[in-house]
């Protein structure tokens, strides 16, 4: 049986997450993109460990880190306070990551990953929690729709000469 834990991220885990968020994103995206340096330059924009570190700062953001029999495999992040133009709502919290390397997804961490963000946004009086899912990500859509989230938009991402459509899910904490 695997030992798994999952506990609320500090500053300390900011070169965990960094590299976990590099590699995950990698495993999850990463064919996506014709031009490598697209793929690299995303990384250090947005995964360096400075950047992180200070996201983990902000009063804003919780992250949870994940590890099975010690080794760090996954992270999420819950923004709180998080509007979306897709809900007619203040108390909104918007789940931002949520990754698990892939050998590591049959063990069903990405729900327990799930369930620490629910808990906190209906813990911070959030009526809805929404996010971001890639729209040809069918296993996360399926993940989040067996999870009680429902199509409510779409949206674009570009980065670099990539153009990426997104669905926007909720879910209803009330």
């Given at each position: 049986?695997?030992?798994?834990?999952?506990?609320?991220?500090?500053?300390?885990?900011?070169?965990?997450?960094?590299?976990?968020?590099?590699?995950?994103?990698?495993?999850?995206?990463?064919?996506?993109?014709?031009?490598?340096n697209?793929?690299?330059?995303?990384f250090?924009?947005?995964?360096?460990v400075?950047?992180?570190?200070?996201?983990?700062?902000?009063?804003?953001?919780?992250?949870?880190?994940?590890?099975?029999?010690?080794?760090?495999v996954?992270?999420?992040?819950?923004?709180?306070?998080s509007?979306?133009?897709?809900?007619?709502?203040?108390?909104?919290?918007q789940?931002?990551?949520?990754?698990?390397?892939?050998?590591?997804?049959?063990?069903?961490?990405?729900?327990?990953?799930?369930?620490?963000?629910?808990?906190?946004?209906?813990?911070?009086?959030?009526?809805y929690?929404?996010?971001?899912?890639?729209?040809?990500?069918?296993?996360?859509?399926?993940?989040?729709?067996?999870?009680?989230?429902?199509?409510?938009?779409?949206?674009?991402?570009?980065?670099?000469?990539?153009?990426?459509?997104?669905?926007?899910?909720?879910?209803?904490?009330?």
């Open positions: 049986m695997n030992d798994l834990l999952i506990r609320q991220a500090n500053v300390k885990d900011a070169k965990l997450i960094a590299l976990l968020a590099r590699v995950t994103f990698s495993e999850t995206f990463g064919h996506y993109f014709r031009d490598r697209d793929l690299l330059n995303y250090n924009q947005t995964f360096s400075e950047k992180i570190s200070n996201s983990i700062k902000n009063s804003n953001n919780v992250f949870w880190i994940a590890f099975a029999n010690e080794l760090p996954g992270y999420s992040k819950l923004k709180i306070n509007p979306s133009k897709f809900i007619n709502s203040n108390k909104t919290a789940l931002q990551k949520l990754y698990v390397l892939k050998d590591f997804l049959s063990m069903k961490i990405g729900l327990e990953l799930q369930s620490q963000l629910v808990d906190k946004a209906k813990k911070n009086e959030s009526e929690i929404w996010l971001s899912v890639l729209q040809s990500n069918t296993r996360a859509i399926s993940f989040y729709k067996k999870n009680g989230f429902t199509e409510i938009g779409n949206h674009d991402f570009q980065i670099g000469k990539e153009l990426f459509e997104f669905i926007v899910m909720h879910k209803n904490l009330c």
